[in-house]
């Protein structure tokens, strides 16, 4: 961290004066050389912030799940409205929300890149390409390695025609009245077979969903730290229109995330509140920061030097994660790869005008967060 009191006084500084280093005019530019806490009051309206976000994000990425355990009478639209409208938000998240401000804080023509080895190179995108292929990574040998444990690979969707297609041994088989083999009839050892082929199946559908939606839901609390903190501690004249933006943002997100996870096919071994705790940690996570940055608001420098590492680090850090899964796990498994889409028009289209709605109304969100 450059040593300040080693500069000249900001307020003398000039874009002309050849005596100062062009990266300290940046810093100066940018109000990183002179930053101070800009906490301005408002102390009751913050505090009735953590409550207000908490509450309706968690209620929010609940209700998918609630709707579909009490099997509440929704149209079917309203579920791809939820799934795609969020798949929408989370896209536009990781350009507008997470990769536009990395570039703003810690990019080749900001105060923190020009100086030290920060200036040596665009660290942005190496740490986009790092999450990026390491959730490619993890994703790839986690289905390796399920593959080979159960014998099911992401390819073979179709049990019903893999177990309704049969050799010509089997059908010689079915000619005689009785075949047993170890005390097994041959009825009760394919219903055997069947059923385990299907339990398999099911097993490898969750792991292997659940694990995208995990790296989903890290890389969007990522982000909510540092949402929480900046609301926590901003100037009260901008918390006035962060607060307001942050309430939509938090729960188009909040759906989003609710939506991915009831459509997950959850073994019944597994206890149904962990979902709960799911929702729960995304929903607390915004109000937890936005407590913390009230308790350090008279120290915290949102605008400062080190803030704008550790900001821009984990932002390029959650881009690269949503990018992969916006572009991967819902706009390629989801209209690409999926052949069951594509046999509806309608729903297709809109599909397709859920995505482009959420997409929209996320960007436009990011004028103001």
């Not at 009490?70 to 579920?79: D, E, H, P, Q, T």
């Not at 940690?281 to 120290?299: E, F, K, L």
Request: net charge negative; with cysteine; aromatic share 14%.
């Amino acid at each position: 961290m450059p040593d300040w009191s080693a500069f000249p006084d900001p307020d003398t500084i000039t874009l002309t004066d050849d005596s100062v280093d062009d990266s300290f005019k940046i810093c100066v530019i940018q109000g990183v050389a002179d930053a101070s806490p800009s906490f301005s009051g408002g102390i009751g309206t913050r505090i009735g912030s953590i409550f207000v976000i908490g509450v309706i994000s968690t209620f929010v990425t609940v209700f998918p799940i609630l709707s579909q355990k009490y099997n509440w009478k929704l149209s079917v639209w309203f579920y791809l409205f939820a799934r795609f409208f969020g798949a929408g938000v989370i896209i536009a998240t990781a350009f507008v929300h997470l990769l536009d401000p990395a570039y703003g804080e810690i990019g080749p023509n900001t105060c923190v890149g020009g100086w030290g080895n920060w200036a040596q190179y665009s660290f942005v995108d190496a740490l986009i390409l790092a999450s990026l292929f390491g959730i490619f990574l993890t994703e790839l040998f986690s289905e390796v390695y399920v593959e080979r444990k159960y014998g099911i690979s992401a390819e073979e969707p179709d049990i019903q025609k893999m177990l309704t297609e049969r050799n010509p041994q089997e059908e010689v088989e079915e000619d005689c009245p009785v075949c047993e083999e170890d005390g097994v009839s041959k009825k009760e050892s394919t219903y055997v077979d069947e059923k385990s082929l299907a339990s398999s199946k099911s097993t490898y559908d969750f792991k292997q969903q659940f694990a995208a939606f995990l790296c989903l839901e890290f890389g969007v609390i990522f982000h909510s730290v540092i949402i929480g903190l900046n609301l926590g501690s901003t100037d009260y004249d901008e918390f006035k229109t962060l607060y307001i933006v942050l309430v939509f943002h938090q729960s188009f997100e909040g759906l989003g995330i609710g939506a991915r996870l009831s459509a997950i096919p959850w073994p019944s071994h597994l206890p149904e509140y962990y979902k709960y705790l799911l929702c729960f940690a995304y929903g607390i996570v915004t109000p937890i920061s936005i407590a913390i940055g009230i308790g350090v608001r008279t120290t915290y420098v949102s605008d400062g030097f080190a803030a704008n590492i550790v900001s821009g680090v984990l932002d390029a850090l959650s881009a690269g994660i949503l990018i992969y899964t916006g572009l991967v796990e819902f706009i390629a498994r989801d209209f690409i790869f999926n052949k069951e889409i594509k046999k509806n028009t309608v729903q297709l289209l809109y599909s397709l005008f859920c995505l482009c709605l959420g997409t929209g109304i996320m960007a436009l969100i990011g004028k103001w967060a």
